[in-house]
């Protein structure tokens, strides 16, 4: 069974301009995550969703961050405009079910971003 | 506010040597609660975790964990360490309601010499 699958695995940009990264869960999961991994700290859930809606973006910051999950699939995290506290790896994680808190999430690779 | 606290941020051992990470959690209401490994560039694996039933809880590359009520912990061990369980390890909790995220603490970096 395939994991999760994040890209691109590393980004370098400047302050003030855009990136995107991309996650493709594992497939029949319904229920994906995004999470922001500063260094020295654990993830930090930004965004959840349950198929194409979203359960939980209280602590997304809108100004800036947006995600979308098109057809209930795949998934795009977009940072516009980036500032330097930025700087993170960014996990996507999918699990089969929302309903079963005790479902297992499962992590990909992460995207390392670093804003100059 | 619920929490989770990860004593200690790096942890070194000797080859062979009981491995013994600390995690505890700050709520009225016992959670459900996960160890999950990070290698160095990869995404987070799950170790083991504790829903309801036994309290010693028996996880991947032998390591196990203990929910202590009383105590509001749930320390991870492992009897002897192996130089591949070098790693970052995330204890992580999630309260026993449907769509609430993880919480993780900040991590342990444990170190296994030779």
């Known amino acids: 069974e395939a994991g999760v699958a994040q890209s691109p695995r590393y980004k370098i940009i400047e302050k003030r301009q855009s990136v995107a990264f991309w996650c493709n869960p594992i497939s029949g999961h319904a229920t994906l995550y995004w999470y922001q991994q500063i260094l020295g700290q654990g993830p930090k859930l930004l965004i959840q969703f349950q198929n194409n809606g979203v359960v939980d973006d209280s602590q997304l910051p809108k100004d800036r961050f947006s995600a979308e999950r098109l057809k209930g699939v795949d998934s795009t995290l977009k940072i516009q405009p980036a500032k330097l506290e930025d700087s993170a790896v960014y996990l996507c994680a999918s699990s089969l079910l929302l309903g079963a808190v005790v479902d297992t999430q499962y992590f990909g690779p992460g995207t390392r971003l670093t804003v100059l | 506010a619920q929490s989770v606290t990860q004593l200690g941020s790096h942890v070194s051992v000797s080859e062979g040597a009981l491995v013994l990470l600390r995690c505890n959690y700050s709520?009225?209401?016992?959670?459900?609660l996960f160890w999950y490994v990070q290698y160095p560039n990869q995404g987070l694996q799950l170790l083991l975790k504790y829903t309801t039933g036994a309290t010693l809880v028996k996880g991947i590359n032998g390591f196990e964990a203990e929910f202590k009520k009383s105590e509001t912990s749930f320390h991870l061990t492992k009897p002897s360490a192996h130089m591949s369980d070098a790693a970052e390890y995330f204890c992580?909790?999630?309260?026993?309601?449907?769509?609430?995220?993880?919480?993780f603490g900040k991590g342990t970096t444990l170190s296994v010499s030779s």
């Open positions: 992580a909790v999630r309260w026993n309601q449907a769509g609430t995220a993880l919480i």
């Open positions: 709520s009225s209401v016992p959670p459900y």
